[in-house]
Each structure stands twice: as C-alpha cells, then as structure tokens.
C-alpha cells in the first residue's frame, strides 16, 4: 500500500528529509537536475540527473551537508502559482518543466489523470524551491538530526520507462530518534540473516535450477516435509470447520476465462495458450474460481437447504510473473493455493465470513502471527472492474456488515480490490515487524452470474449463490517464504523436517542409537542418526547449524539407563531422560504444536 499522511505517521519528516538531501546534493552538483523524492515506507528517495556517476563516499559528504540545513531551522513554506510562474521558476530543471505540462493538462506527476482541481504549489526551505503538493514539517529544525543514515544508492529510469533516462537514486531511511533509527538497522542486518533464499539453501529445502526455469523451486525432501505438514495442517483445520476438499486438475479452457471475466484481466498473467484446435485452446490454471463455479453446476439440481457448500482445493497454479518480479518463494510462476469457494445464501455471508475469520485467525496463531491488521480492499475508479454498481454495493455493504458484526477493525483502500468484488485482507507481522499480506476474504456476486451458478431457492424458483473466495495463508511457497524468515530457519517441532538427531559417542553406542531412532519412528517422529566419526561436539554444532530442535546423545551411562542425553538447539542441555519420557514430551509437543 503506498504511503500516505493518512496511513503514515512518519510521512511528513521523511518528506521533508527528501527535500532536504536534494538541496544538500545541489549544493555538491550546482548543475544537477532534479527529478521527484517522495517518501516511502520506511524512508524516502530522490531521483537525480548528475555529471558523474556518485559513490558510496558521496552519501557521507551529503548527509554532512544535509546536517548543516537541518541545523539552520528553515521554514517550509508553501505557496499556489501558475503553471506559467512554475515554468519560470524551474526553467533550468527539465523535468519538473514535464511535470509542469502533465500537470497544467490535468495529469498527475505519473502521467494519469487527476480527477479534482489541479493546483501547482511549491514548498520552499532555504534555497530550495520544489514542486510539490506536501505536507511537510513546520522547519528543518523539527527533524531528529540523528534519526536518518542515506542507505543506498540506485539507478531508476524516469518515470519508471526504460526508454527514458536512467537517473540516479539516492534511498534514506528516517526515525523519530536515534534509537528507533538504531533498532531499523538492526532488523535490517537481521533480515539479511534470515533471508529465505539463503537459510533455504543453507538448510537444504529448496533450489531453483536454470535448466528447469526462473520462478519454479525444486523442493527437496525436506522442503516436501514442510510443504507437506503446513497443507495436512490447514487441509485438518479446515475438515473440522465443515469445508470438503475437490480437485479440478491444472489446465482448462481458454474460453472459461473469457465467461468469468478473467481473460480480460490476467492475460498478460497467463501463460501462452496451448493450442488444439481454433476451437480448443487451453491454459495453464492461474485460479480455481471458474474450475470451482464449473464443478457447483456439475453438481446436479442443488437446493437452498444444499447451501452453504464449501469447496477447498491445494491446486497448483501457474502464472508468468514478469522475470524482474520473481523474488525466491515469495513471488514464483507455479505456486500451490489453499483455496476455498464457498456458495451461500446472501443471509448467510456473515455466518459464512465468521467462520472463515474464525479459521483464519486460529491457523495464524498457531504459526504465532497474532499481530495482524485487516484491509477492506474496495473498487476504484478505473477500468478494470466490472462494471455493475448494484452487485458492487450489495457485495461492499455485505462485507463492511461481516467485519463490524465480528469487531474487526479494518482500514478502507480505494482501488485494491478484485475486479469482480470488494476483499478483507488479513496483513500479519513477523518478529521483525515486517508486513505480509497472507489471508483474504472476497465477497463475490458477479463471477457466479456469469458462469451459470443457480440453485432452487425456497420459492422453488432457480437463483444465484453468492460466492465467498477465501485463502488461509494464500500460497504454500510464499508462506513457506515468510515462515522461514519468520522463524529464521528453526521451525517449531511439529514443523521441522528433522525433528530429532541422535548423536553416539563411539561406535560402541550405535547399535543403541539405531534402536532408539526406530521407536521413535515408530511414533511416527522424524528422526535421524549421525553416524559421521566426529567428534560430538563437531556432531551436536552440525545439528544446531541445521536448526534440529533435538539432540539425543548416548554414551555408556546413558546406554546402561536406558535413556538420552538431551539438549536443545538453543544450546540448553536438559540432561539425561528416560527414551519413554522424552517419546512423551516430544509427542505432546507435536500435538499441541506448540
């Protein structure tokens, strides 16, 4: 979601911080050319046209000059002009002259329309005078002197085309204090430790492979492990909460994309089609709904007592994310969803939405995500919606009703929604406090008009279902991603693809260790032996490294008792246990996933 003053706290100081670097790089390159510096989460950037390609050792010299403005408490000031004054004033500047023309045309600084009067104002501090419409800061002075670092630099083409120039781009980082600023660097050093596509590697579960292609992970039998317990665990929850569990393959028609309305807004998401005929083409699934609305009809005469019906589907769909979009399991081109489609009554949406909130928020607290927020994602004003405000209004009416029966509270986002209905979506925090968009919740009246859906209501006449697209952690890869940065590799002992390691001292206990891993395997534990001749320290750091959360040593007491010596991947030794106990312990665990 972009930055606004409405949803961000911080936007005016990182706003007027981006003023103030790009009167500090002036005052370095007086013939610089300036091109727009907005603020973003968790900072701001400014883009620059330069005689010379800068330097990690320019940020230093500009964050120095940028001390000096702050230091001088300049006012920000603001004022209206003509687009005639403005060209005036930036007539040395190119490309604040293209946003003048944009602008006096009735376009927005990215070239689409603004609806509303069109107002040219600046805000001016010091020497500097920029476009912009604000807010900022009072005076430079109100900026903690010891709450921003310039973080990088960058190339960006202006305005996002790589037909036009390539500028350079200069990303700050702002806080309120030194501390907050201290701490943002911290979970950034932090993120890079728990990157998925390094612990992924690291820890043996995924890769990705040239030879098969970009945006397709190869999963290992650990990977398997975890793919496999995540979709068990949702597929029990999701069983005990009354939902029935289909499969609908993963190629369909073209031309069932073109009834539901999806061809006209994910082509270019699609794969290429695969032709048989010029009446036959076929596509690779990029969603379940259609297949889902198919299967309801193919269902036979279905009454109203036969509703809700509740269709759930582990599918694997396949969409041709742009190359430069691929970012290791989080935005892949073949990705495993945990879909529902629910058919109900229209009294029956907030039932249907508070059971599926229910859900929801206890498969996210098992994954201890219970930091979380709800977007109520609305149309917009362009084009891709489908246009039928009736529908429009009863589906927005519905779901504002089923978030305010159940007290959620829940931001409102213009032009975010699917294009055939209004959607909750559930944006979770990891310990980082990063944001991720995992749930959603979609009210849909209009795919299942199109697609034929009806069932025979109690005036014994035929109807149509409202259609509610629900998705717990959305796709299998993306969380997978997201769990293991959340948990930085050490999953929970229900979760681990090794669960236990049982390590001998000497060869003298390995007949020992053997028996042990098959009576915990026998309880149904995944459990390994290392039989390598290190030593067993070398052995009990191998496991750690690996994030096993349980090391089982025998040696000749514990041989003798009947037992295991156990310690923690935390590092904790819990000392000898009877094998029977720790079954117990281990299995508790396991159970409660804890």
Same mark, same amino acid.
């Given at each position: 979601m972009p930055v606004s003053p409405d949803n961000d706290p911080y936007y005016r100081l990182r706003h007027s911080l981006a003023h103030v670097m790009a009167e500090a790089v002036l005052q370095i390159f007086p013939e610089g050319k300036v091109a727009i510096g907005p603020p973003i989460e968790h900072g701001f950037y400014y883009d620059f046209d330069l005689p010379r390609a800068l330097t990690p050792e320019d940020l230093g010299a500009i964050e120095h000059g940028m001390q000096k403005i702050i230091a001088g408490n300049f006012p920000f000031t603001y004022r209206e002009?003509?687009?005639?004054?403005?060209?005036?004033?930036?007539?040395?500047?190119?490309?604040?002259?293209?946003?003048?023309?944009?602008?006096?045309k009735g376009l927005d600084e990215n070239g689409e329309t603004h609806h509303g009067d069109t107002v040219i104002s600046t805000y001016t501090h010091d020497t500097f005078e920029d476009l912009c419409r604000g807010p900022h800061l009072e005076h430079t002075g109100q900026i903690p002197a010891e709450g921003f670092k310039l973080m990088s630099i960058a190339g960006a083409y202006w305005r996002g085309d790589e037909k036009q120039k390539q500028l350079q781009r200069i990303y700050g980082t702002a806080w309120n204090s030194k501390a907050e600023l201290e701490?943002?660097?911290?979970?950034?050093?932090?993120?890079?430790?728990?990157?998925?596509r390094k612990l992924g590697k690291e820890l043996g579960l995924f890769f990705f492979s040239e030879d098969v292609g970009p945006g397709l992970p190869l999963f290992t039998p650990k990977g398997e492990i975890l793919r496999y317990e995540m979709e068990r665990y949702v597929r029990e929850v999701q069983t005990r909460y009354g939902y029935q569990h289909v499969w609908t393959g993963n190629v369909v028609k073209e031309q069932l994309y073109h009834r539901s309305g999806h061809y006209e807004n994910y082509r270019d998401s699609m794969?290429?089609?695969?032709?048989?005929?010029?009446?036959?083409?076929?596509?690779?699934?990029?969603?379940?709904?259609?297949?889902?609305?198919?299967?309801?009809?193919?269902?036979?005469?279905?009454?109203?007592?036969?509703?809700?019906?509740?269709?759930?589907?582990?599918?694997?769909?396949?969409?041709?994310?742009?190359?430069?979009?691929?970012?290791?399991?989080?935005?892949?081109?073949?990705?495993?969803?945990?879909?529902?489609?629910?058919?109900?009554?229209?009294?029956?949406?907030?039932?249907?939405?508070?059971?599926?909130?229910?859900l929801i928020r206890e498969v996210l607290e098992t994954y201890h995500f219970s930091d979380y927020k709800v977007r109520l994602s609305l149309r917009g004003d362009t084009g891709k919606f489908v246009a039928d405000d009736e529908k429009w209004e009863q589906a927005t009416s519905a779901l504002r009703a089923a978030l305010d029966a159940n007290g959620v509270e829940y931001t409102e986002e213009e032009g975010e929604a699917a294009f055939y209905g209004p959607k909750a979506d559930f944006l979770a925090r990891d310990v980082l406090g990063r944001e991720w968009q995992l749930s959603t919740i979609q009210v849909d009246f209009i795919q299942p008009s199109r697609l034929g859906c009806e069932y025979?209501?109690?005036?014994?006449?035929?109807?149509?279902?409202?259609?509610?697209?629900? %998705? #717990?952690?959305?796709?299998?890869?993306?969380? &997978? !991603?997201?769990?293991?940065?959340?948990?930085?590799? +050490?999953?929970? /002992?229900?979760?681990?693809?090794?669960q236990a390691v049982i390590i001998p001292i000497t060869d003298k206990q390995m007949e020992a260790a053997q028996a042990v891993r098959q009576r915990l395997m026998a309880v149904g534990m995944r459990v390994e032996v290392d039989n390598s001749r290190d030593r067993m320290q070398g052995k009990i750091r191998r496991a750690q490294l690996q994030k096993i959360p349980y090391m089982l040593i025998?040696?000749?007491?514990?041989?003798?008792?009947?037992?295991? %010596? #156990?310690?923690?991947?935390?590092?904790?030794? &819990? !000392?000898?246990?009877?094998?029977?106990?720790?079954? +117990?312990?281990? /299995?508790?665990?396991?159970?409660?996933?804890?």
């Open positions: 002009v003509s687009a005639a004054e403005a060209r005036q004033i930036f007539a040395n500047q190119p490309y604040k002259l293209e946003l003048i023309d944009g602008l006096s701490q943002h660097i911290h979970n950034l050093e932090e993120a890079k430790r728990r990157d998925h794969f290429p089609p695969m032709v048989e005929s010029e009446d036959l083409v076929f596509r690779l699934k990029p969603m379940n709904c259609p297949s889902h609305m198919t299967l309801f009809n193919q269902m036979g005469v279905i009454s109203y007592r036969d509703l809700p019906m509740r269709f759930a589907e582990f599918a694997t769909l396949y969409r041709y994310e742009d190359s430069g979009a691929l970012n290791g399991l989080t935005r892949v081109r073949a990705l495993t969803q945990d879909d529902c489609h629910i058919f109900c009554l229209p009294d029956q949406i907030q039932e249907e939405f508070n059971l599926a909130l229910n025979i209501g109690e005036d014994n006449q035929p109807h149509t279902p409202v259609v509610l697209h629900r %998705a #717990v952690t959305g796709t299998t890869e993306r969380f &997978l !991603g997201v769990l293991i940065e959340h948990y930085a590799g +050490a999953f929970p /002992l229900w979760l681990a693809p090794v025998i040696g000749n007491k514990e041989l003798e008792a009947g037992a295991v %010596a #156990v310690r923690m991947r935390s590092g904790e030794d &819990l !000392g000898a246990i009877p094998v029977d106990d720790f079954i +117990a312990r281990a /299995l508790e665990e396991i159970k409660t996933r804890s």
